[in-house]
C-alpha cells in the first residue's frame, strides 16, 4: 500500500518513526513534510497529504500534529477525504471498519510509540466491513456533494 505521510514540527519524530513501520510492514511512505523541526503550519502539510488522496496518488495517509485535531479539521475539506482522529486501539480499528477512514491523525503529545505501532498496524490491516456501514459513508459523500462548490 502507497501511504502519504506528513506532521507539523511538533509531530516530526513521531513521523520519522511511523515512515520506518511503514516500510518494515512493506509498504510505501510518501514523505509530505516536516522535513525538519522547525515551526510549520499544520493546514499546509494536511493540503498536501489530502491531495494525494484527492488526486488517487495514495491508497491513504496519515497525519501528526500536536493533538491531531487540526489535520482532522484540514483534511476532512477535501472531496473524498474521510479524516478520523485515533486515540487508542479502538477508534483506530472501528475508523476503518465502520467509516472506511483513509486518513488517519494521531497527537504527538498524547500517545505513546508502542500505542502509536499498535494503532498504525491494526488502521493498515483493518478492511472496511461495507453492509450497513456503506450506505452510511454514501450518505456522507452525498452531503460533501451537496455542499460542494465544484458542483454549482
Known amino acids: 500500500m502507497k ?8 509531530g516530526y519524530e513521531v513521523k520519522a518513526k511511523i515512515i520506518e513501520l511503514l516500510k518494515r510492514l ?20 494536511a493540503t498536501a ?8 496518488a495514495v491508497d491513504r495517509g496519515i497525519l501528526i500534529c500536536g493533538s491531531g485535531i487540526g489535520m482532522a479539521i484540514t483534511a476532512n475539506k477535501f472531496p473524498g477525504v474521510r479524516a478520523a482522529t485515533c486515540h487508542d486501539d479502538l477508534t483506530a480499528e472501528m475508523s476503518r471498519r465502520h467509516n472506511n477512514v483513509n486518513v488517519m491523525c494521531l497527537s504527538a503529545d498524547l500517545l505513546g510509540e508502542r500505542l502509536i505501532d499498535r494503532m498504525v498496524e491494526l488502521w493498515i490491516t483493518t478492511e472496511f466491513e461495507k453492509g450497513r456501514h456503506q450506505r452510511r459513508v454514501d450518505k456522507i459523500t452525498d452531503v460533501e456533494r451537496r455542499f460542494s462548490k465544484d458542483s454549482e
Open 3 to 10: 501511504i502519504a505521510i506528513g506532521s507539523d514540527h511538533r
Open 26 to 45: 512493506g509498504h510505501e511512505a510518501v514523505d509530505c513534510g516536516a522535513h525538519d523541526c522547525n515551526s510549520i503550519d499544520y493546514p499546509d502539510i
Open 49 to 56: 497529504v489530502s491531495e494525494k488522496i484527492v488526486d488517487g
